[in-house]
Protein backbone atom coordinates (compact mmCIF):
# COMPACT_ATOMS: atom_id res chain seq x y z
CA UNK A 1 0.00 0.00 0.00
CA UNK A 2 1.21 3.38 -1.16
CA UNK A 3 2.27 5.69 1.86
CA UNK A 4 1.60 9.25 0.94
CA UNK A 5 4.61 11.10 2.12
CA UNK A 6 4.02 14.07 4.84
CA UNK A 7 1.76 17.11 3.17
CA UNK A 8 2.07 19.73 5.85
CA UNK A 9 2.12 23.06 5.23
CA UNK A 10 0.29 21.90 1.88
CA UNK A 11 -3.24 22.83 0.76
CA UNK A 12 -5.49 20.58 -1.48
CA UNK A 13 -8.57 20.90 -3.50
CA UNK A 14 -9.66 17.46 -4.51
CA UNK A 15 -13.15 17.32 -6.18
CA UNK A 16 -15.96 15.10 -6.23
CA UNK A 17 -14.30 14.09 -2.34
CA UNK A 18 -18.16 13.10 -0.93
CA UNK A 19 -17.66 9.00 -1.79
CA UNK A 20 -15.71 6.78 -3.58
CA UNK A 21 -11.93 7.48 -4.74
CA UNK A 22 -12.45 11.49 -4.01
CA UNK A 23 -12.90 10.41 -0.44
CA UNK A 24 -10.05 8.10 -0.31
CA UNK A 25 -7.85 10.70 -1.84
CA UNK A 26 -9.16 13.67 0.49
CA UNK A 27 -8.71 11.16 3.27
CA UNK A 28 -5.12 9.74 2.87
CA UNK A 29 -4.15 13.33 1.93
CA UNK A 30 -5.40 14.58 5.30
CA UNK A 31 -3.62 11.92 6.91
CA UNK A 32 -0.29 13.11 5.66
CA UNK A 33 -1.11 16.49 7.03
CA UNK A 34 -2.47 18.09 4.05
CA UNK A 35 -4.99 21.03 4.60
CA UNK A 36 -7.66 19.36 2.72
CA UNK A 37 -11.01 21.41 0.31
CA UNK A 38 -13.51 19.05 -0.35
CA UNK A 39 -15.01 20.38 -3.35
CA UNK A 40 -18.40 18.58 -3.24
CA UNK A 41 -21.78 19.32 -5.61
CA UNK A 42 -23.82 18.25 -2.52
CA UNK A 43 -22.31 19.76 0.72
CA UNK A 44 -24.41 18.00 3.04
CA UNK A 45 -23.26 14.82 1.81
CA UNK A 46 -19.34 16.92 2.07
CA UNK A 47 -20.20 17.09 5.41
CA UNK A 48 -20.80 13.32 5.84
CA UNK A 49 -17.09 12.63 4.47
CA UNK A 50 -15.58 15.42 6.87
CA UNK A 51 -16.95 13.47 9.55
CA UNK A 52 -15.71 10.36 8.18
CA UNK A 53 -12.58 11.18 7.57
CA UNK A 54 -11.92 12.83 11.16
CA UNK A 55 -12.95 9.57 12.66
CA UNK A 56 -10.32 8.44 10.96
CA UNK A 57 -7.82 11.15 11.76
CA UNK A 58 -9.13 13.63 14.41
CA UNK A 59 -6.76 16.12 13.82
CA UNK A 60 -7.57 16.75 9.86
CA UNK A 61 -7.45 20.40 8.80
CA UNK A 62 -10.89 19.94 6.52
CA UNK A 63 -13.16 22.23 4.75
CA UNK A 64 -16.36 21.16 2.47
CA UNK A 65 -17.42 24.26 -0.25
CA UNK A 66 -20.01 23.56 -2.90
CA UNK A 67 -18.92 22.99 -6.64
CA UNK A 68 -21.24 21.83 -9.50
CA UNK A 69 -18.61 21.19 -12.07
CA UNK A 70 -21.79 21.25 -14.49
CA UNK A 71 -22.58 24.69 -13.92
CA UNK A 72 -20.03 27.07 -15.09
CA UNK A 73 -21.47 29.62 -13.03
CA UNK A 74 -20.46 27.58 -9.92
CA UNK A 75 -17.02 26.77 -10.88
CA UNK A 76 -16.43 30.41 -11.07
CA UNK A 77 -17.84 30.81 -7.27
CA UNK A 78 -15.62 28.22 -6.04
CA UNK A 79 -13.37 29.69 -7.54
CA UNK A 80 -13.38 33.10 -6.89
CA UNK A 81 -13.58 32.02 -3.37
CA UNK A 82 -10.56 30.66 -3.06
CA UNK A 83 -8.67 33.52 -4.74
CA UNK A 84 -10.36 36.32 -2.63
CA UNK A 85 -8.22 34.34 0.03
CA UNK A 86 -4.87 34.35 -2.06
CA UNK A 87 -3.38 31.31 -0.02
CA UNK A 88 -1.14 29.24 -1.92
CA UNK A 89 -2.74 25.98 -3.40
CA UNK A 90 -0.40 22.99 -4.00
CA UNK A 91 -2.46 20.25 -4.86
CA UNK A 92 -5.58 20.10 -6.96
CA UNK A 93 -7.29 16.72 -7.67
CA UNK A 94 -9.71 16.57 -11.12
CA UNK A 95 -11.61 13.63 -9.84
CA UNK A 96 -15.20 14.04 -9.55
CA UNK A 97 -16.83 12.59 -12.58
CA UNK A 98 -20.14 11.56 -14.53
CA UNK A 99 -19.92 8.30 -16.39
CA UNK A 100 -22.57 6.80 -19.24
CA UNK A 101 -25.72 8.61 -18.69
CA UNK A 102 -28.40 6.15 -20.98
CA UNK A 103 -29.61 9.46 -22.22
CA UNK A 104 -27.73 12.48 -23.69
CA UNK A 105 -28.31 15.27 -20.86
CA UNK A 106 -27.35 19.03 -21.38
CA UNK A 107 -26.33 21.29 -18.49
CA UNK A 108 -27.54 24.64 -17.64
CA UNK A 109 -24.76 26.01 -20.05
CA UNK A 110 -26.00 23.36 -22.79
CA UNK A 111 -22.94 21.03 -23.05
CA UNK A 112 -23.52 17.16 -22.59
CA UNK A 113 -23.39 16.21 -18.82
CA UNK A 114 -20.30 14.15 -19.23
CA UNK A 115 -18.37 16.47 -21.12
CA UNK A 116 -19.06 19.26 -18.89
CA UNK A 117 -18.67 17.47 -15.86
CA UNK A 118 -15.38 15.52 -16.51
CA UNK A 119 -13.45 18.00 -19.21
CA UNK A 120 -14.64 21.44 -19.40
CA UNK A 121 -15.94 22.11 -15.63
CA UNK A 122 -12.47 20.96 -14.81
CA UNK A 123 -10.62 22.82 -17.32
CA UNK A 124 -12.31 25.82 -16.25
CA UNK A 125 -11.59 24.94 -12.38
CA UNK A 126 -7.98 24.65 -13.23
CA UNK A 127 -7.89 27.53 -15.62
CA UNK A 128 -9.27 29.82 -13.01
CA UNK A 129 -6.75 28.37 -10.32
CA UNK A 130 -3.61 28.98 -11.71
CA UNK A 131 -2.87 31.86 -9.88
CA UNK A 132 -2.72 29.83 -6.58
CA UNK A 133 -0.94 27.00 -8.19
CA UNK A 134 1.93 29.07 -9.68
CA UNK A 135 2.19 31.19 -6.85
CA UNK A 136 2.97 27.66 -4.26
CA UNK A 137 6.24 26.46 -5.72
CA UNK A 138 6.06 22.68 -6.49
CA UNK A 139 2.33 22.34 -7.43
CA UNK A 140 0.81 19.64 -8.79
CA UNK A 141 -2.71 19.11 -10.99
CA UNK A 142 -3.57 15.41 -10.97
CA UNK A 143 -6.13 14.34 -13.69
CA UNK A 144 -8.08 11.23 -13.21
CA UNK A 145 -8.28 9.48 -16.34
CA UNK A 146 -9.62 6.41 -17.18
CA UNK A 147 -8.53 2.75 -18.97
CA UNK A 148 -11.81 3.82 -21.55
CA UNK A 149 -9.18 6.50 -22.44
CA UNK A 150 -7.34 3.47 -24.20
CA UNK A 151 -10.59 3.10 -26.95
CA UNK A 152 -12.07 7.14 -27.05
CA UNK A 153 -11.57 8.89 -29.72
CA UNK A 154 -11.48 12.22 -29.72
CA UNK A 155 -13.78 14.09 -31.95
CA UNK A 156 -13.11 18.06 -31.87
CA UNK A 157 -15.99 18.89 -34.70
CA UNK A 158 -18.46 17.10 -32.07
CA UNK A 159 -17.39 17.03 -28.24
CA UNK A 160 -21.07 17.50 -27.07
CA UNK A 161 -22.15 14.57 -29.13
CA UNK A 162 -24.69 16.10 -30.63
CA UNK A 163 -24.85 14.22 -33.54
CA UNK A 164 -25.02 10.80 -32.52
CA UNK A 165 -24.77 9.90 -28.67
CA UNK A 166 -23.51 6.55 -26.93
CA UNK A 167 -22.97 6.32 -23.56
CA UNK A 168 -19.99 4.98 -23.53
CA UNK A 169 -18.43 6.64 -26.17
CA UNK A 170 -18.66 10.10 -24.81
CA UNK A 171 -17.60 8.62 -21.47
CA UNK A 172 -14.43 7.40 -23.76
CA UNK A 173 -13.73 10.67 -25.28
CA UNK A 174 -14.04 12.83 -21.95
CA UNK A 175 -11.47 10.78 -20.07
CA UNK A 176 -9.34 10.79 -22.68
CA UNK A 177 -9.97 14.68 -23.39
CA UNK A 178 -8.44 14.63 -19.75
CA UNK A 179 -5.27 12.76 -20.39
CA UNK A 180 -4.97 15.24 -23.21
CA UNK A 181 -5.17 18.16 -20.91
CA UNK A 182 -2.86 16.67 -18.54
CA UNK A 183 -0.05 16.07 -20.69
CA UNK A 184 -1.01 19.33 -22.55
CA UNK A 185 -0.34 21.48 -19.69
CA UNK A 186 2.51 19.72 -19.02
CA UNK A 187 3.83 20.53 -21.89
CA UNK A 188 2.91 24.43 -21.39
CA UNK A 189 4.21 24.36 -17.94
CA UNK A 190 7.64 22.92 -19.25
CA UNK A 191 7.81 25.52 -22.09
CA UNK A 192 7.31 28.53 -20.23
CA UNK A 193 9.13 27.27 -17.44
CA UNK A 194 6.48 27.75 -14.66
CA UNK A 195 7.00 25.28 -11.68
CA UNK A 196 4.27 23.55 -12.21
CA UNK A 197 3.60 19.58 -12.67
CA UNK A 198 0.73 18.35 -14.29
CA UNK A 199 -0.23 14.48 -14.40
CA UNK A 200 -2.74 11.99 -15.22
CA UNK A 201 -3.93 8.55 -13.32
CA UNK A 202 -6.72 6.25 -13.82
CA UNK A 203 -7.90 3.57 -11.07
CA UNK A 204 -8.28 1.09 -13.17
CA UNK A 205 -11.55 -0.86 -12.57
CA UNK A 206 -13.28 -0.14 -8.95
CA UNK A 207 -16.66 -0.68 -8.12
CA UNK A 208 -18.01 2.64 -7.13
CA UNK A 209 -21.17 4.69 -7.21
CA UNK A 210 -19.86 5.99 -10.84
CA UNK A 211 -21.46 2.84 -12.43
CA UNK A 212 -24.92 3.11 -11.44
CA UNK A 213 -24.57 6.88 -10.41
CA UNK A 214 -24.18 7.40 -14.27
CA UNK A 215 -26.34 5.13 -15.99
CA UNK A 216 -29.66 5.88 -13.60
CA UNK A 217 -29.49 10.10 -14.67
CA UNK A 218 -32.80 11.00 -15.50
CA UNK A 219 -34.01 7.47 -13.94
CA UNK A 220 -36.55 7.82 -10.62
CA UNK A 221 -34.61 4.29 -9.45
CA UNK A 222 -30.63 3.36 -9.42
CA UNK A 223 -29.88 1.06 -12.12
CA UNK A 224 -27.01 -1.34 -12.20
CA UNK A 225 -24.60 -0.93 -14.87
CA UNK A 226 -23.39 -4.11 -16.85
CA UNK A 227 -19.81 -2.96 -16.03
CA UNK A 228 -20.26 -3.82 -12.38
CA UNK A 229 -19.77 -7.33 -13.54
CA UNK A 230 -18.58 -9.61 -10.67
CA UNK A 231 -16.33 -12.00 -12.76
CA UNK A 232 -13.66 -8.79 -13.99
CA UNK A 233 -10.70 -8.17 -11.55
CA UNK A 234 -11.03 -5.43 -9.36
CA UNK A 235 -10.12 -3.65 -6.44
CA UNK A 236 -11.12 -1.29 -3.60
CA UNK A 237 -11.09 2.23 -3.37
CA UNK A 238 -7.84 2.21 -1.45
CA UNK A 239 -5.97 0.72 -4.31
CA UNK A 240 -7.90 2.66 -7.00
CA UNK A 241 -7.02 5.90 -5.85
CA UNK A 242 -3.19 4.79 -5.32
CA UNK A 243 -2.56 6.01 -9.16
CA UNK A 244 -3.87 9.44 -8.40
CA UNK A 245 -2.04 9.86 -4.87
CA UNK A 246 0.96 8.90 -6.71
CA UNK A 247 0.80 11.35 -9.02
CA UNK A 248 -0.25 14.19 -6.33
CA UNK A 249 2.81 13.72 -4.09
CA UNK A 250 5.23 11.19 -5.08
CA UNK A 251 9.03 12.74 -4.74
CA UNK A 252 9.35 10.07 -8.08
CA UNK A 253 6.68 11.55 -9.92
CA UNK A 254 7.45 13.58 -13.03
CA UNK A 255 5.67 16.28 -14.99
CA UNK A 256 3.51 14.32 -17.62
CA UNK A 257 3.76 11.31 -16.11
CA UNK A 258 1.12 8.78 -15.99
CA UNK A 259 0.12 6.44 -13.59
CA UNK A 260 -2.58 3.24 -13.29
CA UNK A 261 -2.52 -0.17 -11.80
CA UNK A 262 0.42 -2.76 -12.30
CA UNK A 263 -1.65 -5.80 -12.27
CA UNK A 264 -3.66 -7.91 -15.46
CA UNK A 265 -4.95 -5.67 -17.91
CA UNK A 266 -4.27 -2.08 -16.37
CA UNK A 267 -7.35 -3.34 -13.96
CA UNK A 268 -5.90 -4.36 -10.53
CA UNK A 269 -2.64 -4.01 -8.80
CA UNK A 270 -0.30 -1.34 -7.11
CA UNK A 271 0.71 1.73 -9.22
CA UNK A 272 3.03 2.28 -11.39
CA UNK A 273 3.98 4.20 -14.83
CA UNK A 274 1.88 3.25 -17.47
CA UNK A 275 2.09 4.33 -21.34
CA UNK A 276 -0.54 6.78 -22.59
CA UNK A 277 -2.50 5.76 -25.47
CA UNK A 278 -1.09 7.19 -29.07
CA UNK A 279 -3.85 9.02 -29.87
CA UNK A 280 -3.92 11.10 -26.61
CA UNK A 281 -0.16 11.84 -27.75
CA UNK A 282 -0.82 13.39 -31.30
CA UNK A 283 0.67 16.68 -32.36
CA UNK A 284 -1.02 19.65 -31.66
CA UNK A 285 -3.77 17.97 -30.23
CA UNK A 286 -3.86 19.35 -26.89
CA UNK A 287 -3.60 22.95 -28.27
CA UNK A 288 -6.69 22.26 -30.28
CA UNK A 289 -8.55 20.98 -27.15
CA UNK A 290 -7.38 23.92 -25.00
CA UNK A 291 -8.89 26.42 -27.99
CA UNK A 292 -12.00 24.47 -28.10
CA UNK A 293 -12.40 24.59 -24.42
CA UNK A 294 -11.41 28.16 -23.91
CA UNK A 295 -14.33 29.09 -26.13
CA UNK A 296 -16.92 27.17 -24.50
CA UNK A 297 -16.12 28.07 -21.43
CA UNK A 298 -15.14 31.61 -21.71
CA UNK A 299 -11.79 30.85 -20.05
CA UNK A 300 -8.35 30.84 -21.10
CA UNK A 301 -5.79 28.43 -19.27
CA UNK A 302 -2.78 30.85 -19.65
CA UNK A 303 0.51 30.27 -17.74
Known amino acids: MYEVPPQGGRRAVVTGASGGLGLEVARRLAGAGAEVVLAVRSPERGERAAALIRGAHPEARLEVRALDLADLASVARFAGGL ?5 PLHLLANNAGVMRPRRRTETVDGLELQFATNVAGHYALTARLVPLLTGAGGARVGWMSSSAAHVGRLDLDDLQATRRYRPFRAYAQSKLADLVLALWLAARAGAAGVDLASLAAHPGYVRTGLFSAGSSVGRPRPRRSLLEARWLPHQEVDWG ?8 TSPEA ?42 LTGVELAL
Open 241 to 248: AEPLLVAL
Open 83 to 87: LDEGR
Open 254 to 295: GNGAYYGPAGPWGLVGPATLVRPPRRATSEGLGERLAEALGA
